[in-house]
């Protein structure tokens, strides 16, 4: 059975957190919340995070019993991670430059204030921040790595993502500004970069895995 060592916990972590894309996410966040007032931007801030969390964990520990019943072993879902990765990850790349405008960001349409705790959820956390490309990293983590010493650290994680995630929502606004459009863009194709380079590892063991024969 593998063990997740400093290493690998390393590379889950700086992984998951690229995903998620910090800023990508502050700038969704401030163009949705910021309708509204400080008050209750500090809330869907909280109640994002507390989603993620759930969401995370939830991928952690339930997830690979899922895949057992379906039948999925790990190198086949490592083969599919590492596809459902690189794609993601080239998106990042490649994806039209990001704006600051509400108008491009969200829907015109106003929301009434007392759907913030929906717009918090859905599509704040999901799939705004957590999409597949996260569920899938975890669940992989997590099939990879299934003693509970491993889980454990593969939670703690999740734990500090959804911790940075809270942060960032918090400070979205100031983020969004400071940084700017070419900011944004730089730091979304520096982090799909990363992405892509960890799907090809994933996507090379998944195979391996399924084809030993690749390995001679």
Same mark, same amino acid.
């Given at each position: ?13 700086? $992984? ?5 894309? &910090?800023?990508? *996410?502050?700038?969704?966040?401030? *163009?949705?919340?910021?309708?509204? +007032?400080? @008050? ?22 339930? +997830? ?14 490592? #083969? ?20 600051? $405008?509400?108008?491009?960001?969200? #829907? ?10 929906? !717009?918090?959820?859905? &599509?704040?956390?999901?799939? +705004?921040?957590?999409?597949?490309? *996260? ?10 790595? @299934?003693? !509970?010493?491993?889980? #454990? ?17 918090? *400070?979205?606004? @100031? ?5 700017? &459009?070419? +900011? ?9 970069? !990363?992405? #892509? ?14 084809? @030993?024969?690749?390995?001679?």
């Amino acid at each position: 059975m593998a063990e997740l060592h400093l290493r690998e916990a390393i590379l889950f972590a700086t $992984t998951l957190i690229a995903i998620v894309n &910090p800023i990508s *996410s502050a700038v969704l966040f401030a *163009s949705m919340a910021g309708r509204f +007032g400080a @008050p209750i931007e500090k809330r869907m801030a909280k109640q994002s995070a507390i989603a993620i969390l759930v969401v995370l964990l939830a991928c952690a520990w339930a +997830g690979r019993f899922l895949l057992q019943i379906l039948g999925i072993n790990v190198p086949m879902l490592q #083969s599919a991670g590492g596809l459902i990765l690189l794609l993601y990850g080239t998106k990042m790349v490649t994806v039209e430059e990001l704006k600051l $405008t509400p108008e491009e960001q969200v #829907s015109a349409e106003e929301v009434p204030e007392e759907h913030w705790k929906t !717009l918090a959820v859905v &599509p704040l956390a999901i799939p +705004g921040t957590v999409g597949a490309g *996260s569920i899938t990293t975890v669940v992989v983590a997590a099939t990879t790595y @299934p003693n !509970l010493r491993d889980l #454990s650290i593969i939670s703690v994680v999740c734990a500090l993502t959804a911790f940075v995630m809270w942060v960032t929502f918090r *400070s979205a606004g @100031p983020i969004a500004r400071r940084l700017g &459009p070419i +900011g944004l863009n730089v730091v979304t194709r520096v982090m799909g970069i !990363l992405v #892509s380079a960890t799907a090809f590892g994933l996507l090379a063991r998944g195979l391996t895995g399924l084809m @030993p024969g690749l390995a001679r």
